[in-house]
């Protein structure tokens, strides 16, 4: 893959390193040391790391290294919990120690934390899709790059505003096939919500966006209202990212470089990810369209867990077809109709038959992936 466009100055970088090895640390713990009732330790040593960050992002003239910075942010965080009661200083320093622990190591062997998941996210699309032999060209996953950039400001994604981060994919017609992921970051609200739902929010851009075909001529990318694309491969995306989860499906590669102590809080920011997606919400305009394309493909999948030919194998039925949907010579007008009539099949049992009846027809190897597409479509 093309090497990533990195516009994040060196004190932001710090800034955001010194962010997600401090809440990789305090973060699992900070729940447990409320319950034993230490809540204002636990609030204190998490605005301590935001200060100490914002501290840097404050200084863009700073000629600390990354690992003096890293070193300073441990102790200037022993000394905040120096002043409060022994039995709360007990409670977060395991924590404390923990981040000690990841800092040596990182300082040890440094790395950036986006680039490490997104080449990750990408991956593990890549292999998903090798693996339900829906065939992307290699050279679009060599031309494909994520730029990283940074704002001051808060930002949030349309739908959920308190993931504070945007992204989205970009064809870039001159070159084709090159793809553009861009991921922008405002450290200053980079908080463990956003962390925690960045690797499920990266592999939405790599499995419904940058496979995306037909991959001849000029790319059009979906509109953010298309349902198949923004409703429907989500749904496929969450599935994926569940399955990465549970250390199941073809790919490791995403969740290796998730730590285990975090797998419970990106399992549960990714639900919240994904429900608001779905949500149906008043003056956003694309919010009817992923509502409708989800649903689709939960309907699909609960169709083929019921299916005797399919239902031993769903998940592999349900990514064979999607996959290979979405990769096809067919357009986006195109599979946004698919999604819709399979919707209005599911939801009306006069047309259930000109759904199942194909449905079962490829898969029991009797009807090409191409034909039973283009039966849904025309229907």
């Known amino acids: 893959m093309i090497s990533p466009?990195?516009?994040?100055?060196?004190?932001?970088?710090?800034?955001?390193?010194?962010?997600?090895?401090?809440?990789?640390?305090?973060?699992?713990?900070?729940?447990t040391i409320e319950s034993n009732g230490h809540r204002d330790a636990a609030a204190r040593l998490s605005q301590s790391l935001c200060w100490l960050t914002n501290e840097m992002l404050d200084d863009p003239d700073s000629v600390q290294t990354l690992g003096e910075f890293l070193r300073n942010l441990v102790s200037r965080l022993n000394d905040e919990v120096r002043s409060i009661s022994d039995a709360s200083r007990s409670a977060v320093q395991p924590a404390l120690e923990e981040l000690g622990v990841l800092v040596a190591a990182y300082v040890m062997a440094p790395y950036d934390p986006l680039v490490k998941l997104t080449d990750a996210a990408a991956r593990t699309a890549a292999d998903y899709y090798q693996t339900f032999d829906a065939e992307v060209p290699d050279e679009l996953w060599q031309s494909t790059f994520p730029r990283f950039s940074f704002v001051n400001g808060q930002i949030g994604l349309s739908f959920a505003s308190t993931i504070h981060v945007k992204l989205w994919t970009e064809f870039v017609i001159d070159d084709y096939p090159t793809t553009q992921v861009t991921v922008k970051i405002p450290p200053r609200w980079l908080d463990q919500e956003t962390i925690a739902a960045l690797p499920r929010s990266l592999l939405h851009e790599y499995v419904a966006h940058v496979p995306q075909g037909p991959h001849s001529g000029r790319r059009l990318h979906p509109d953010p209202s298309d349902m198949f694309a923004e409703g429907w491969m989500d749904y496929i995306a969450h599935r994926i990212f569940k399955a990465i989860l549970e250390r199941a499906g073809p790919s490791l590669e995403l969740g290796d470089c998730l730590a285990p102590t975090w797998i419970t809080l990106h399992e549960e920011a990714a639900e919240r990810f994904f429900s608001a997606r779905c949500a149906l919400a008043d003056g956003d305009r694309t919010a009817a369209a992923r509502h409708e394309g989800a649903a689709a493909a939960r309907q699909l999948h609960d169709l083929l867990r019921r299916l005797t030919p399919t239902k031993d194998n769903a998940d592999e039925y349900l990514y064979r077809l999607s996959l290979g949907l979405n990769v096809s010579q067919l357009g986006n007008v195109a599979r946004a109709r698919f999604a819709a009539n399979v919707r209005l099949s599911l939801q009306r049992a006069s047309r259930s038959d000109a759904l199942i009846a194909p449905l079962l027809e490829w898969a029991t190897g009797r009807m090409s992936l191409k034909a039973f597409f283009e039966s849904i479509i025309d229907h």
């Open 5 to 31: 466009v990195y516009d994040i100055p060196p004190h932001a970088h710090n800034a955001i390193v010194g962010r997600f090895l401090g809440f990789q640390a305090l973060a699992p713990s900070l729940s």
